[in-house]
């Protein structure tokens, strides 16, 4: 039995606390926050779990095998430093932590002192992104060409980081768990409007191949959009997250070049086949994330969103805010 | 009564061709292309016009007044210069040079001679850019955030530039003619995969007020993007270019950020009203262009989309070839 | 203060359940099921409630003003009617029963104790059922030309009614409350496949006047939509309730004829100009409906749903059940 | 080298001459009309073709092996008979004559002549049309449970038949094209609102076997819709016309019903598996009938769209006409 405390109760920690307590091999059994309205909610919810404004008093509880930190980033180093410290293991909201500085000294501290870092690169866990991972791995899209992804509606602004610390730990997540290859450079533009941070923002990736990524990130859209298309050699996939059904589809088009050596010309020719939807499972991601952190607590197992993984995407958050202030110079990761 | 030479009898010209001879005051008096199998086609279509495969005798016609060049673009400044040198005004294919310093020479000679230039930056006469332009000048939007445009589809592969030579020019030339403001600031990231060119790129164009534009440029998409999100801060609006009707979407959406001094706070509230999709004038844009084009020849008007509109385009091609060269390098405008 | 008890908590129950609780002066007081399971849940959500498994414990309690019958329509009529008889008020789920005669009986009866009938109608309530109505009576669509509803999915199958009886309710109730001629004749077309029940079907309905409504249902449908198209001889609509915004898109479409005597010829034109999509409140529609409900009892009011709306409603499923018997034989209703 | 003469160059007429004259081994060698305007465009486009305002030249003209009669419907049975009488092949618009008695006439006539009639079903020599058909025959629909289409857009009118005899002969020669059973009752709804003529209908067919079928045809829709969907007991379709790509759209998905004998209840499961989108071709349906009318004609082999398959199609139109006009009223096929 792994005895998990959560916190931060505000948006997501009700969601995490909630797919802890629903796991077997797993107790929720203490709750933190600072807000004494949330945490009658979540004696309304939990009511076994022990509650307490106090975060101190949760890291320290003998009744604590695992600690969710569900905080704003500024936070995420103290909290989880505390917790290690203390001997527990923990689950990290995205982004990781503030700084890569931060992150490489948790890194270290789980190291020594052997315990788990989860960050919550939830995306990983979702029917959609597992079938693309099943979709890379298994050559069906070939030597992948490109990353583009665009993630842009209206609000919510957030009051102490850009768009991009807000939504692209998503992309950038899901794009560190695609990609093989090494990212390289980092070439971030963007524009503040409303309240002094980027509300809008463009980000470009090359990596150690040929791969580029490319990522969209907005809060003055009009409109919805999670749409990323990935094109491979062989074939090319276009995942709408938006869509109820028929999230991914996988398209047989490509291009092949050939050069004719005798009128040192290139050929170029399309082909166009079917498109194909795959299944893709919908079973709620964060579930299947938590039930993944205990597996890995109970087997001594790293996490594929372990603590490195974290450490990359803030590398890239670090090196974008860096580009951003520049106006788009590119900067080395 | 305008008399009108078209060289280049391709994929473009023989629209170009139609829409001239189709005009009340105009006539289309020689047609010229190296391809006696083209020229052929252009028999059948046009069986009074003069046909020959030397450009230099049609640029010297007594029957022509104004010449379209309709080849490509390493091939306009040579003629457009003898077109202009033998006194007959020019209607030149987007882009309009391959550099800025042939653009200058070409509008210098133009405005020595007398003689129109008018480039062929046909979307500005489509109802769709039209109805934008005039959102913008009647304070609609209000004042811009960002222009953002994605231009992708599976091909075609050009053999002489890369993918933003031949499509961005579209974007760009639309931009223009849509944001008042002086762009300052240029950044293109992008890959080669297959024939030696850029098959993929972003562009990334800062103003010097706080309008800010993107554009996604893209030959290896599976699906065909052509969509444009315009953000102001009284309105925003989607413009979705394959759609067939409603292709204009205006929405009462926004944000507005104010500063309570107190508690020193920013309040940000989200505005969200109804979606308007304004009738669209669907007549064909070549056909207005080239009624404008005689237009102006007759009034001595300079026209919309003169040599300088040419020029401030090729000036953006340019600066992005650097940039890419320098994998996103920022290149002052 | 309003107290109400609800019999059935299976898939809506504890929705209307939630619904009344959570209203200013009304109180959940007695909840019934035969199931110990849910009972176990409405524990859980409701902690002061009185649970029984015996509805006739319920309608009798002192405790009970008003009684929700959320039970399979087969049962409606007894229970509303013990209801009734125990001088409650009901607020019974759609369709209000099983035969119209039941129906007339229950409306006798609480016309007889003076009390109120509510029948669950609950799209009435919604944003965009409003906001059509509204476009009714102000007279933007004009005259109305038609009613076309489409409500196919996959499943769920029924396992004591046809798909008309689950699905049509819905699509009959709003066609009512928009429609004001009067339903003259009703033909239904459907076929059995699998269970011994129509699991697809197709209503038209004559009215009084020119206006003719349609409507498809169907349990066999590889895709999901809930679209209405609804044309007046001013505007037409088209009303996609999948949308998650721009439910609704009215446009400024239309055709007129005009004769020409001399040539005893009709003139044909059509008219296309803006479409648009107004604002829809998104407010839950059960939440409305439940105050609507504690705002008719405590003013005495009868409500646009009252049994009398749930027997047009009826009438119109009977004389569908007769006409498909005889594979659409016209029905006078 | 099969000659071909054309009657009627309208608006369907030029298109019909154009794939003739395009054929090898077919040779457009006359053509008719009444409208002086209308020849002057067909001898711009068929400089060599006879021209005529005079039918009956056409029909006795040596010159002609088969006419192509593109006329309104009520024309249909004097000008094919007239050719059929002087030994022409013919080619009929669709719907194939006013009357099933006419073509009843038509069939008895070609067979003693041993001539060949063929009917301008168009939309079977459409990629999308024998891709179903392909998918119907190899099994992978399986059984099929319905036919459903929808047929709508604004206009246009026709000022001598109602919207179905103007659109239904798509649906009606698709259906009868891909349904194997024999259609036994037809009940046809519908509503006058404007010239005298129903404007919106509804059809359903019942079939001997389980199979039912529904038309969905309007002329007063505020948007364009055309999408069939064919349900089988093993796959189902949607096929969207309008869409560029992906016009149609296979699920593995569907319903299994099992009866647990012990409980005298059913068990529905339902199926979800992936979408797949197959690869339409997308050449010219009119140019593939047109060589296909050639072939048959060289081959001496009866079309999939002879008289037979035209006059079934009137038969159904006949009914819906005599249904239409008792309100639905079921007509026995």
Redesign the interface.
């Known amino acids: 039995m792994i005895r998990v405390g959560v916190i931060g109760y505000g948006y997501w920690g009700p969601r995490v606390a909630r797919n802890f307590q629903a796991l077997e091999g797993c107790e929720l059994t203490v709750v933190c926050d600072r807000s004494e309205d949330l945490l009658r909610r979540a004696r309304q919810a939990h009511p076994k779990a022990v509650l307490t404004s106090d975060a101190s008093e949760l890291v320290r509880s003998p009744e604590v095998d695992a600690v969710a930190v569900v905080t704003p980033v500024w936070t995420h180093f103290d909290l989880a430093r505390a917790a290690l410290e203390n001997g527990k293991h923990v689950f990290v909201e995205k982004p990781f932590t503030a700084t890569a500085r931060q992150a490489e000294e948790l890194i270290e501290l789980a190291e020594r002192k052997n315990l788990r870092i989860m960050v919550d690169h939830t995306f990983l866990f979702t029917g959609a992104v597992r079938k693309i991972r099943q979709l890379v791995d298994d050559g069906t899209l070939g030597s992948l060409?490109?990353y583009?992804s665009?993630r842009?509606n209206?609000?919510?602004?957030q009051?102490d980081v850009n768009v991009i610390w807000d939504l692209a730990p998503h992309d950038l997540s899901i794009m560190d768990h695609l990609v093989a290859d090494k990212p390289e450079?980092l070439?971030a533009?963007?524009?503040?409007?409303?309240?002094?941070f980027e509300d809008?923002a463009?980000i470009?990736i090359?990596f150690s191949g040929?791969?580029?990524a490319?990522i969209?990130v907005?809060?003055?859209?009009?409109?919805?959009v999670r749409t990323t298309?990935i094109?491979g050699?062989k074939k090319?996939?276009?995942w709408n997250d938006l869509e109820?059904?028929?999230k991914i589809?996988v398209?047989?088009?490509g291009?092949?070049?050939t050069s004719d050596q005798s009128i040192h010309?290139?050929l170029?020719s399309?082909r166009?086949?079917?498109?194909?939807?795959?299944?893709v499972e919908d079973a709620e991601a964060l579930s299947r994330e938590a039930r993944y952190f205990i597996h890995c607590i109970s087997n001594n197992e790293r996490p594929i969103n372990d603590g490195a993984a974290g450490l990359r995407v803030v590398r890239m958050l670090e090196a974008a805010d860096r580009s951003l202030k520049?106006?788009?110079?590119?900067v080395s990761l």
């Open positions: 060409y490109y583009d665009t842009v209206l609000g919510l602004f009051h450079t070439i533009t963007g524009q503040v409007h409303l309240n002094g809008l463009y470009t090359y040929r791969t580029i490319h969209n907005n809060w003055l859209s009009p409109v919805k298309l094109g050699d090319m996939l276009v109820a059904d028929e589809k398209y047989d088009r291009v092949s070049v010309d290139l170029v399309y166009s086949g079917d498109m194909w939807a795959p299944k520049d106006r788009g110079r590119p």
